[in-house]
């Protein structure tokens, strides 16, 4: 490799090799610092990610680096945006808690997984692509079990891992075959041999093996049938790291099944179009019905963002014309844009009635409004725009991913979609009824939110207004990225 | 660039809301002063733009336009024309007279009042849109703080009542919104813009065939239905008004006032104008089917209202029969009877308006709704018997009343739309509905009989006394009204007629081309 190019690999991967100096330097530090200025650490991760994401976001577009393995251009740029955003908010979901703040290496695996996030979407090879997926997902799994002395969090961390591991060995085995049948590892150089076996007749083989990766990417995107770990891990795992999951590993997940499913399956494309589109009906029909009968908000939320994915699979199926306004990929970031900051408001506002009331039930949830307006106000919003209503940026971000399924003739599942959308209002407005109508005992007494909640609350919670009474910058950014994209 | 006046009117509710929740938690009087002169403005500024619409211009007045989300045809339109006026008109009158009867709420005024001002946004916004999108998004606006305000500041079975409120126009809204969407991905040029959209249905670009399991049928038919009658559940078409007289009851005062005497109309307004503009040919089809339910919401709701016990349950189901006349005007699809079904939107809601004040005065001294144990209260609160009485005129069509100007033009346009041949069994209709207007006098006459008459019982009332000067003013301010357009209609017959002129002309010309 010539030292020119490998500076121009360097520098597409450089907000990697930021987030690794990151991660080390903050578990380093945790070995020297007194434990009275251990608060720092929490902190000084948040101002190193904020450097990543402001180098993310300068850097310029590289295209292939390092014999094609990764490729960055404005697309990877801004599914890293999203996913060090949802880590910078982690962090100031985590700073105020007592199992968490004082801990370098809760926030350099933290770290960990970014980068492996990051990886994922810059991926262009197989190799690459599982390093990088194994890479995010065993330290989600530590991530998950992170409260030593809480049982839920050790089942959480187990359930997680063992079904993760299961998920990743069958993708593995698909990636086996593919090497198998095509003796290359680099998408483009996969597609096309994989164009000249379809076109030998051997349809079934590309099939086989589209399937089994699809396993380990439903994993990852918490699509039914592979969401069963989703409630339990949602549950147990600290809140913060599931709002985590549930916003970074899900956009990760769908990073990769955007590009991976245009770049090297582009042949089989009607084939898992329609996979794709019933795994979407199922999966947000399975979610939508099973969290109207949640008790414990976590696990509502955790169905919730099973139906996500759902609507979100729309988007990744409505592909077919590229010149038809809104293209289905463009919705798909839009939409991961907007559920990242509504998520995270949501769990937010958990974190802190957590904290103040120690109960995780929805009924805890009553009489929110008289202890904390603001707290409700958040909640209020996140439920509205996780339901679709408008004008928060859940309804535009619903609109442009139905808009594109109907430009690409997908009439059908838009309807069942929208069913589903009225279904799920059901669940959301009960948060709402319970925070705004029922009381509970001793809710004239205002609840204190720590500060650095608090803001990261906010900054969620405004970002939702703001994509919604003005989401075309955002689209606009999203769309420009997804035409250059060269899937 | 002129200024917005309209973007004023609706935002200064919201933004005063927002000011409003900021305030500390105890500031009770300021935060009712502060509603109470947000209100104010919002009147005077509807009232300003009334008289200052040229007549004798355009269609569309004080248009704003920007675009708000161009990859998929959304933009901030707002303009208004005589029918939007004169809704601005009736918005800010019981939003002004409803901040002043609310004075005495002790629960959290600061709450109430923000989301009372929420809600007024959304109407105020409804009435004025030019986007089908933006109407939808401020619909939505109208009735979401509806379920907590219902819920948290009501009474008699609140949570029920505000629950099934908010189910019944939930799916109604949604129904609509497939309907927009529908009429959307149908245009020519995907757009929400209501121009646009109007421009494109008299050209007849809804008029291509579906196909249906069934057969084909043309796009018009099968979308009018959803969209007019989703809207209409707001607007209380039987069967769907059910929602109506429990959400009525349930609700405070002040939201009473402006649900029945607003918002009820937002459900017409917009069935008008998402309904029958955007699909003329639909309406013409379907239209005079509706009117037999509505003619059921006419006698029905009447009947009903007759033996009610609960004094505010009266109100409720005549609001289910008034309304009812309305649609019945918007069936004739004449200027007579359009100008009638907008006079009698306006004049219904003042007058219910005042009927759900009077009941609340009573209910917040006498702690008790139920008729028979009432009696004699124009003996202690005489201003409100007599307002009660002018409102009790008006909901029976007395001559020289607003209720009157509107109901005569309503039965005449039944009357013409028959003898024009839209359908065979207009003047049947018109029969019948008179014999809503009986039973109205039967149960307007049971009630004031009852309530405002008849022995006064001491021992269980005592300490009952007169209302303050707030409530005064707000009655009379509403009576006025009422008096005032019954003599001189042509103070609002004017402006309606520029709106509803041009929709009858539309008629024409889609009847005349197709």
């Known amino acids: ?487 | 660039m002129q200024f917005p006046f309209l973007s004023v009117i609706i935002f200064s509710p919201l933004l005063t809301a927002v000011l409003l929740l900021l305030m500390p938690k105890d500031r009770k009087d300021e935060v009712r002063v502060i509603a109470a002169f947000a209100a104010f403005v919002t009147l005077a500024l509807s009232v300003f733009v009334f008289v200052a619409y040229d007549r004798s211009g355009l269609q569309f007045q004080f248009v704003e336009r920007i675009p708000w989300v161009p990859a998929l045809g959304i933009s901030y339109h707002v303009a208004a024309d005589g029918i939007g006026l004169t809704m601005l008109l009736l918005t800010g009158l019981v939003i002004f007279t409803g901040s002043l009867v609310s004075w005495g709420i002790q629960d959290r005024p600061r709450e109430f009042y923000a989301l009372l001002m929420i809600l007024v946004s959304g109407v105020f916004g409804v009435f004025v849109s030019r986007d089908g999108f933006l109407l939808f998004f401020f619909y939505e606006l109208a009735i979401f703080p509806m379920y907590i305000l219902i819920a948290t500041w009501g009474s008699t079975r609140k949570e029920y009542a505000a629950m099934k409120l908010t189910l019944y126009l939930l799916i109604g809204s949604i129904v609509a919104l497939v309907g927009i969407l529908a009429l959307y991905f149908a245009s020519p040029v995907r757009t929400f813009d209501l121009d646009e959209l109007a421009k494109a249905a008299q050209n007849g670009a809804f008029m291509f065939n579906v196909n249906l399991p069934w057969g084909r049928v043309s796009f018009e038919t099968l979308w009018f239905l959803p969209v007019f009658l989703g809207f209409g559940v707001l607007a209380g078409i039987w069967p769907f008004h059910n929602w109506s007289p429990d959400g009525h009851v349930a609700a405070p005062t002040a939201v009473s006032m402006l649900h029945a005497g607003v918002l009820m109309k937002l459900g017409a307004f917009a069935a008008l104008r998402m309904g029958v503009e955007l699909m003329p040919h639909g309406a013409r089809q379907w239209l005079p089917f509706v009117i037999f339910l509505v003619t059921v919401n006419v006698v029905y709701g009447a009947a009903i209202a007759m033996v009610q016990k609960d004094f505010k349950y009266v109100i409720g189901f005549s609001s289910v029969s008034h309304m009812g006349l309305v649609t019945m005007g918007f069936a004739t699809m004449n200027v007579v009877g359009l100008n009638g079904a907008v006079m009698q939107m306006f004049s219904h809601g003042i007058m219910t308006a005042l009927f759900f004040a009077v009941v609340g005065m009573v209910y917040d001294r006498a702690h008790t709704r139920d008729i028979p144990s009432l009696g004699g209260f124009a003996q202690k609160m005489p201003w409100v018997a007599i307002a009660f009485i002018v409102g009790g005129l008006v909901s029976m069509g007395m001559p020289g009343l607003s209720g009157f100007v509107a109901e005569l033009q309503i039965f005449m346009g039944v009357w013409t739309a028959g003898q024009a041949g839209v359908a065979a069994w207009y003047p049947y209709i018109a029969a019948i509905s008179v014999l809503g207007i009986i039973l109205t006098a039967a149960y307007v006459m049971r009630v004031v009989g009852m309530v405002f008459f008849g022995e006064f019982h001491e021992d269980k009332y005592h300490g009952v006394g007169d209302v303050t000067v707030l409530d005064k003013t707000a009655l009379t301010i509403l009576t006025a009204v009422l008096i005032v357009l019954g003599v001189f209609p042509q103070l609002l017959m004017n402006m309606i007629s520029t709106g509803t002129m041009p929709l009858v002309q539309m008629f024409a010309r889609v009847a005349g081309g197709g």
């Open chain 1, 1 to 487: 490799m010539n030292p020119s190019t490998l500076n121009a690999g360097l520098v597409a991967v450089l907000p990697e090799i930021l987030l690794l100096i990151l991660a080390f330097g903050v578990m380093g530090f945790d070995l020297f610092l007194p434990g009275s200025a251990k608060r720092l650490l929490g902190r000084v991760t948040i101002i190193g990610l904020v450097i990543v994401l402001a180098v993310d976001l300068v850097l310029p577009a590289t295209g292939p680096v390092f014999g094609g393995m990764i490729y960055v251009d404005g697309w990877v740029a801004l599914y890293r945006m999203l996913f060090l955003a949802a880590a910078i908010l982690t962090c100031f979901l985590s700073l105020d808690l007592k199992e968490l703040e004082q801990n370098g290496e809760y926030y350099g695996l933290l770290v960990f997984a970014t980068m492996g996030m990051s990886l994922m979407a810059a991926a262009r090879d197989l190799i690459m692509l599982y390093i990088a997926i194994e890479t995010t997902s065993i330290t989600l799994y530590l991530l998950a079990g992170f409260l030593r002395g809480s049982n839920r969090s050790a089942e959480s961390g187990l359930k997680y891992f063992l079904f993760g591991t299961f998920a990743s060995t069958i993708m593995l085995y698909g990636f086996s075959l593919l090497y198998g049948f095509t003796r290359a590892t680099g998408y483009e150089a996969v597609a096309v041999e994989l164009t000249k076996l379809t076109q030998a007749g051997s349809q079934w083989l590309v099939m086989t093996a589209l399937i089994l990766v699809s396993v380990g990417l439903g994993f990852k995107i918490a699509a039914v049938p592979f969401h069963f770990w989703t409630p339990d891990v949602y549950e147990g795992a600290p809140t913060p790291i599931t709002a985590f999951i549930s916003v970074a590993s899900k956009a990760a997940g769908f990073a990769v099944l955007v590009r991976f499913l245009m770049t090297v399956f582009p042949m089989a494309r009607g084939e898992w179009v329609a996979l794709l589109s019933a795994l979407s009906v199922v999966t947000m029909t399975l979610g939508n019905v099973l969290a109207l009968a949640q008790h414990n908000i976590k696990r509502m939320l955790a169905y919730s963002s099973i139906a996500q994915a759902g609507y979100i699979l729309i988007g990744v199926v409505a592909v077919a014309n590229p010149d038809v306004a809104p293209y289905g990929p463009t919705t798909v970031l839009f939409y991961l844009g907007v559920y990242l900051l509504t998520n995270v408001a949501a769990f937010a506002v958990v974190v802190a009635v957590t904290n103040a009331l120690g109960t995780e039930e929805i009924a805890g949830m009553a009489g929110l409004s008289r202890r904390s307006l603001g707290l409700a106000v958040a909640m209020l919003a996140a439920m509205l725009s996780l339901g679709g209503v408008p004008p928060l940026a859940g309804f535009f971000a619903k609109l442009y991913v139905f808009a594109a399924a109907i430009g690409q003739g997908l009439t059908w599942l838009v309807v069942i979609a929208v069913l589903n959308s009225i279904l799920s209002l059901y669940y959301y407005l009960m948060v709402v009824k319970y925070v705004f109508v029922d009381r509970s005992e001793g809710d004239e007494q205002p609840m204190q939110v720590a500060p650095a909640l608090n803001f990261g609350l906010w900054v969620a919670v405004a970002g939702i207004l703001i994509l919604g009474a003005l989401s075309t910058p955002w689209y606009n950014l999203a769309n420009m990225a997804v035409r250059v994209a060269k899937f």
